[in-house]
């Protein structure tokens, strides 16, 4: 399989070229040139994810140098369990799809471990540099991933002052080859260096730059995996079979990744893309017309995002981005949805995941019952522990893992949102390792 940029200017390349390169030269996303269609039949529920994730992403690696380091990868990445359990009772029809099991605490862990995994495989003798930008989630679980391993070393860029103070531990607290970069910015500006510093050929060559957001197709195809899986498994339990999913919504990877495993034959109905106040999806939704914002900082950090990346992504997925909505939620629905949940059913969301449950809330009662309904758990609510715990009353028990990362010292670097500056930090970096 070849695949292509959105912006229609850069010649197909293979899986391994678009996961070095992170972005196309052109400044676009790299989509498949032709989207891989399954027969469902072969996909039943009840298998164990990482198998299910390798034969579900094959496709994608067919002729490629990794295909036959497919099934080791998924090995590796998808070692923790994504529960689907019922919040309100198995009589109620909705899940919640629990994603935050993994190291970190957050949904990016699949996709840093699996994209790790990768660059493992492809870097060669000299470490890739793995540039990512954070509202929050990304960078820890990127820091995590990367930790240790010869073939990459991490750079996290990060807005000052709009992270929580777990986020911020979690993303500072690596060290060795993981350099957490606090920047006098937002999210937006964090991303917007990043891609400037794609655009740079020679510094993109000098330091093998590449990428660990969702803008890396290689962040997103485990998603892809775990929706389609989710989705047959959810289909099992009744309803018409083609269950409806509820997904947080920042800089769209997961939403989009959910919309290809259904355009690949995974049973997924309706999706709403559900964001905080944040409302770049919802005017596009609303006008048809796609306008990026300056972000504002809400409760649910790791989602703000004025100019979702994957916007462009999903606009190529044509007629893949039908059955579609927008929902919404600002930080007092947030606050009430996380509180009410609690009190009424003793289930505890994190502020992001609560704006699925809210989503859900608000469906139409027909809309609501005809069918069963996932809603994305992306995040531990202990990593916003100072919001939560307020609202229920009581403290939150962290996992181990989380609770491990306390015993780090943290260590950060602090830079402008100028390209200059992180030029020079990562010439710096480059002659310190
Ligand atoms: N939600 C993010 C923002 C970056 O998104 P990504 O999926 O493109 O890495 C975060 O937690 O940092």
């Keep these: 399989m070849r695949f292509v940029s959105t912006r229609g200017d ?36 009840g298998r164990p994810l990482a198998a299910f994730a390798a034969d579900w992403l094959r496709p994608f690696f067919d002729g490629d140098p990794l295909a036959g380091e497919l099934d080791a990868i998924c090995a590796e990445a998808f070692t923790f369990p994504v529960p689907l359990v019922a919040p309100f009772g198995d009589d109620v029809g909705l899940r919640a799809l629990e994603l935050f099991h993994g190291p970190t605490g957050a949904f990016k862990d699949f996709g840093a471990r699996f994209l790790m995994a990768c660059f493992d495989r492809l870097a060669g003798e000299e470490p890739l540099t793995v540039l990512a930008a954070t509202s929050g989630d990304t960078g820890g679980a990127v820091g995590c991933a990367a930790v240790g391993r010869r073939s990459s070393r991490g750079v996290i860029l990060y807005p000052r002052g709009r992270v929580s103070p777990f986020q911020e531990r979690q993303l500072t607290c690596w060290g060795a080859n993981v350099t957490a970069v606090e920047v006098d910015g937002d999210f937006d500006d964090c991303q917007a260096l990043v891609k400037a510093a794609f655009a740079d050929p020679q510094l993109s060559a000098a ?51 959910l919309l290809l495993a259904r355009a690949m034959g995974a049973p997924v109905g309706p999706v709403v893309l559900a964001t905080n106040a944040n409302r770049t999806l919802l005017d596009w939704h ?114 181990p893992a989380l609770a491990a990362i306390d015993d780090r010292p943290t260590a950060k670097q602090q830079i402008a949102a100028r390209m200059p500056e992180l030029a020079a930090l990562l010439d710096q970096q480059r002659v310190a390792a």
């Design 286 to 399: 609303q006008s048809g017309r796609y306008a990026a914002r300056p972000s504002i900082a809400t409760l649910a950090n790791a989602m703000d995002v004025g100019a979702p990346s994957n916007f462009e992504r999903v606009a190529a997925l044509g007629d893949g981005a039908a059955e579609v909505t927008v929902e919404l939620v600002d930080d007092e629905a947030i606050r009430h949805r996380i509180a009410a949940d609690y009190r009424e059913n003793g289930y505890v969301w994190c502020p992001h995941s609560a704006i699925a449950a809210e989503a859900w809330r608000r469906l139409a009662a027909p809309a609501r019952d005809e069918r069963l309904w996932v809603a994305a758990a992306t995040a531990h609510p202990f990593k916003f522990a100072e919001i939560v715990e307020p609202l229920i009353g009581r403290e939150i028990e962290p996992s």
């Design 10 to 45: 850069t010649a197909p390349v293979s899986l391994s070229q678009a996961l070095r390169l992170g972005v196309a030269p052109d400044g676009g996303l790299f989509m498949p040139e032709a989207i891989p269609l399954h027969e469902p039949s072969k996909f039943a529920a």
């Design 207 to 257: 330091h093998r730059l590449t990428s660990a957001n969702s803008i890396n197709l290689g962040r997103l195809l485990p998603q892809v995996a775990y929706c389609a899986h989710a989705a047959f498994e959810a289909a099992a339990l009744g309803g018409d079979g083609r269950p409806g999913f509820l997904i947080p919504s920042g800089n769209l990877g997961h939403g989009f990744a």
